[in-house]
């Protein structure tokens, strides 16, 4: 694992080992470095960050409460793996939040933050999709595309829970798109929320917002009941 990430060497300057093994154990869950119900041995990932196992527990803790790691009796935590079931509510629940942030965020938008989001929606149509190799980079653009634009709302609590229900599907997401490649569709989705946003068409972001999510889900969850279907045929 490459632990001199960005946030990884900012945590460390500011002399929290806790924060430190925390976000680089998040940013490896969220990117796929770990295997869905792998373990997290504590031992051994005190010895891979030169720590004791006091922050690394608490590092996990964290990860706990934020639904990305499971603590199970005598296997200690393991990567979070969801079902289809637990996948589909997920999104039940984006559905609903995303329509009222997309809405809130357009109304109390500034001509600053229509800049930015543009900035990073022109990162994100900059990254060539054909190459698997760029999934995870366009990833990251996506998910800061969405976090950004519903930043504008002002609203901490209603941008937390986006952000944890995000996080929860986001190495599923992941998934889909090494399996299908279908990001033409949300490119042209993205660039349709974001001219509304510009606009100032709130009623039309919170639509499109949700229909996002809607068509988002629809791709993952028939990506993985496909994936079921392969496995149980090979078995």
Known sequence: ????TPAYQLALARRSLPEAIYLALREKILTGGYRLGEALRQESLAKEFDSSRVPVREALNRLEAEGLVILRPRRGFVVASLDIGEVGEIFDLRMVLEEHAGLVATK???SADVAEVKKILDLLE???IDDPANIPTWAAYNRMFHSRLFETSRRKHLCAITNTLRDKVE???RIEV?????LDRAQAEHRKI???FADGDAIRVSRLSREHCESTAARLIGALKRREKNSAKQQ
């Open 171 to 173: 190495r599923y997401v």
């Open 178 to 182: 090494s399996m299908t490649g279908h």
């Open 194 to 196: 974001f001219k509304a």
């Open 108 to 110: 109390t938008r500034t």
């Open 1 to 4: 694992m490459d632990l001199l």
């Open 126 to 128: 900059s990254i060539e």
